[in-house]
């Protein structure tokens, strides 16, 4: 009975395995259970070299029981020292990875089998198998225990039979891209990654899973990726290549990224050609000068350390988890780069990332998500991605017209990125003016995403602009298009209510300031000892700051027109109803002053309007910081109208357009100013 048979195949399936031959593989041969101990690209070069067409059954079945007999559990290592040890050589399967030690004049490879134990390489192994130097090759290993030879360090591999191909040819694979049309080509390239094309039938969608493994295909490409959970962010590039590294949250170092000071040795970045930062909110960076090295790093591919340096062209994939709210990130987020680490939510590291793959739009992934069909091996196919590094398409991406006032960065984000996607879907480089173009606005929107976070981080350095082609006058991306309209079922943005005010507060991380936000306050005056109560989620600088409002108005109530008995004869519960994080709490006393007095005087407050700023013991009204970050969050709530210190007017100036037209500016110097604002006239106190 052949394979056929067995796993019924699709036309393009049968095209492919006919067109390209032992180049490929029936994915689903590789997800044995006997194999699942291996890397995928390890089991299926394995599959693709030893299991034929009319004999699988028997192949496959001899390929499972020497993994078995030679594959061996960590547990065990032990037991297969003390058979090192009695026969004096083992032979195992496993990952090996020599290093080179100058100073020693020795090669040294590491068997994880073993442990710890350094092992001797001779030079004839490294010249047949150059990959043990380039972050290390899967195979069989031959250890001699020889004790006479270096009592220090006995082991030595005597033979080494690697499990992954050599360099592969390149003219080839991109000689039979021309045998496919597009689509087919696009399903075979998802296939060849682990993805079942009928999972993701739509286009967008296949250009997110492209859009991952550009770093792996393009130099120094430097992307992030949030989204929900399960959607396999990170499983395309760490099946896809031994030249990729998954750091999985925990702490990184300058030693293990850059260079080891003490050993000389280069670290990951120098040595892999993607480095994947998994988990990134749970990753932590030492100190500032990994953060400014990996910023030097991420700008020019040079890093140093003492009087050491180096050129790498490793890209960087920052993945992590972000909340949805349907198909669109929840609207609690100030901007998409709140999941991360506070050192990277930074303008100057941002603007390094070429583009920002939106995670939550990707399905997650099921049983049926994954390749069953005919792919290329893993192994080769992982090879060629990194080879093609040595092509470029950058003209291509040229020769299509962009609209004016991209920078240097955004060209070049742009350019390697779309190089990228033409290096993936048309290798050969015969791709139509109309698939260059489709390519390059996608790219496009990856940094825009990127530009948009920047302006949302740092609003006084970065304002809106459209990075697109030129005849491109607007990106298809739900979270790109404009959200300054006013959200529905917000009724402060259309009713006049009492004890309603809103403030305006910025974010912060350490010293840095990334974003505004809104607290919603809602105020009532109820019987009681006349004193203030404050609930919801706060700090002790918000509730501080509510007691200092209540203890001003106190002292100045018959200026503000409240009468002393009701003053007396009443409590001030004020609850804090949006506070998503720790915010600011002295620039939200107007807006607590004027959510009290509408409670105690019975006066609705305006709809639309959101205040800020500092009130002084005789109602002043002093400056605050953070005023961009803070209109653009009123404006992006649906607020018409903000009230600001008077010293603050000057930012007027600095406002981006969309906003400035959005909303209108009220600068006051005393809160009577204010409160007028706030509900037409001086507050009218009932008898």
């Known amino acids: 009975m052949s394979l056929f048979d067995d796993f019924p195949l699709t036309e393009l399936d049968k095209k492919a395995h006919a067109v390209l031959g032992d180049k490929v593989v029936v994915k689903s041969l590789a997800q044995q259970a006997s194999l699942q101990q291996l890397p995928r690209y390890v089991s299926e070069y394995l599959i693709a070299k030893y299991v034929k067409l009319e004999t699988w059954r028997d192949d496959l079945a001899k390929i499972q029981a020497k993994i078995k007999e030679l594959l061996p559990d ?19 399967i496993d990952h090996v990875e020599v290093r080179v030690d100058l100073k020693g004049g020795q090669r040294w490879g590491r068997v994880p089998a073993l442990g710890d134990p350094k092992v001797r390489v001779p030079r004839a192994i490294v010249e047949q198998s150059p990959g043990l130097l380039l972050g290390g090759l899967w195979g069989t290993a031959k250890i001699r225990y020889t004790p006479e030879a270096n009592s220090e360090a006995p082991n030595e591999l005597a033979s080494f039979t690697p499990f992954q191909i050599g360099p592969p040819d390149i003219a080839a694979y991109q000689a039979a891209r021309a045998q496919f049309t597009s689509d087919e080509w696009a399903a075979l390239v998802l296939q060849s990654a682990g993805y079942a094309p009928g999972a993701f039938p739509d286009r967008r969608t296949r250009l997110m899973l492209f859009a991952r493994m550009v770093p792996l295909v393009e130099r120094n490409v430097n992307v992030i990726e949030l989204g929900p959970r399960q959607t396999g962010k990170t499983f395309l590039l760490r099946n896809l290549s031994p030249r990729v590294f998954t750091l999985s949250g925990g702490k990184t170092t300058p030693a293990n990224l850059f260079v080891n000071l003490a050993t000389k040795q280069v670290g990951i970045i120098g040595t892999r050609k993607v480095v994947v930062f998994d988990e990134i909110a749970h990753t932590t960076f030492g100190d500032d000068a ?7 790093y991420m700008e020019s591919g040079n890093f140093s350390r003492g009087s050491l340096a180096f050129a790498a062209d490793a890209g960087l994939v920052f993945t992590g988890n972000l909340d949805v709210d349907g198909n669109l990130p929840h609207p609690r987020y100030a901007h998409l780069l709140e999941p991360l680490p506070d050192e990277l939510i930074d303008s100057a590291f941002q603007d390094r990332i070429h583009g920002y793959i939106p995670g939550w ?42 609209h004016p006032g991209l920078t240097r960065r955004d060209q070049t984000a742009v350019e390697r990125l779309a190089s990228g996607l033409l290096k993936i879907l048309h290798p050969d480089g015969n791709a139509t003016e109309a698939e260059v173009l489709e390519l390059v606005t996608f790219a496009c929107e990856l940094r825009q995403r990127v530009h948009q976070q920047l302006c949302a981080i740092a609003p006084g350095e970065f304002k809106a602009k459209l990075i697109a ?23 402060l943005n259309t009713d006049a209510v009492v004890g309603a005010a809103t403030g305006l507060a910025v974010l912060t991380s350490g010293e840095q300031e990334f974003g505004g936000d809104m607290i919603l306050i809602q ?16 700090g002790a600088e918000l509730r501080d700051s509510v007691r200092a409002v209540y203890n001003l108005l106190r002292a100045n109530f018959r200026e503000f027109g409240i009468p002393e ?32 007095v509408s ?51 000057g930012v007027v100036n600095e406002l981006p357009a969309d906003v400035r037209s959005a909303i209108e500016i009220h600068a006051v110097a005393t809160a009577g100013a204010a409160l007028t604002l706030a509900f037409g006239s001086e507050p009218a106190i009932p008898s």
Request: net charge positive; charged share 20%.
């Open 74 to 92: 960590l547990e065990h290592r032990e037991l297969l020292k003390e058979k090192l040890l009695g026969r004096g050589e083992v032979t195992l």
């Open 290 to 296: 990994t953060v400014s090295t990996l910023k030097d």
């Open 361 to 402: 739009e990707v399905p997650k992934i099921a049983p049926g998500s994954l390749a069953t069909g005919v792919g290329f091996v893993t192994d080769y196919f992982g090879e060629v991605l990194v080879r093609l590094r040595e092509e470029t398409f950058v003209d291509r991406v040229r020769s299509i017209p962009m």
């Open 469 to 491: 082609p030129a005849q491109v006058l607007s990106h298809a991306a739900p979270d790109l298009q404009p959200r300054i309209t006013s959200p529905e079922k917000d009724r």
């Open 523 to 538: 105020v009532s005056a109820l019987n009681g000892p006349p004193r203030v109560e404050v609930t919801g989620i706060h």
């Open 565 to 596: 008995q009701r003053l007396k004869s009443q409590t001030v519960a004020v609850h804090l109803v949006k506070i998503a994080q720790p915010k600011d709490g002295p620039s939200a006393g107007l807006a607590f002053l004027v959510g009290i």
């Open 599 to 649: 409670a105690l005087a019975n006066k609705p407050i305006k709809p639309g309007f959101a205040f800020t700023g500092e009130v002084a013991l005789h109602g002043e009204v002093g400056a605050v910081g953070g005023m961009l970050h803070k209109i653009a969050a009123a404006a992006k709530a649906g607020r018409k109208h903000v009230v600001i210190p008077a010293a603050n007017a």
